[in-house]
């Protein structure tokens, strides 16, 4: 079989030139600048600005074991707040729980927390344990606390 490479060259030509056009008026980085803190675009500008959202917004803390062997049937993420009235969890089944805590003070591990002995923690993590098992009950699948 004849191949015009031509004609392949001049196709591969014809795509760049239709993808470049296609980019630059409905795509991220238009030429079209409204002022001069526009960089690019209303969608580049967007993704600036959830970038900078994301930064100013506090973030959730993995926690881990310290014994690394060992893994808890739960990953959890905290987040210190301000007010311990928002001390609160939220369980994502099967094994997620963020948990937004008062007295967080960057601690790592769980048992760092269960050493401090704060009765809010305990109380935390028990309805937390009650809250799983019951879930697993309701999905008759056996106990893992």
Do not use: A
Not at 40 to 46: L, Q, T
Request: charged fraction near 35%.
């Amino acid at each position: 079989m004849n191949r015009s490479f031509t004609k392949i060259k001049h196709i591969q030509e014809s795509n760049l030139r239709l993808e470049k056009r296609f980019l630059n008026e409905n795509g991220w980085f238009s030429r079209n600048k409204k002022d001069d803190m526009d960089l690019g675009g209303d969608k580049y500008n967007e993704m600036i600005r959830r970038m900078s959202d994301y930064d100013k917004n506090p973030t959730y803390t993995d926690l881990t074991k310290e014994e690394p062997y060992k893994h808890p049937p739960l990953k959890y993420s905290v987040m210190k707040v301000d007010d311990c009235n928002k001390n609160s969890f939220f369980m994502s089944f099967p094994d997620l729980v963020t948990i937004n805590y008062c007295n967080y003070d960057g601690e790592s591990t769980i048992e760092e927390l269960n050493r401090k002995e704060d009765s809010m923690w305990s109380d935390m993590m028990d309805d937390i344990k009650r809250q799983y098992n019951d879930e697993l009950d309701k999905r008759d699948l056996p106990h893992r606390y």
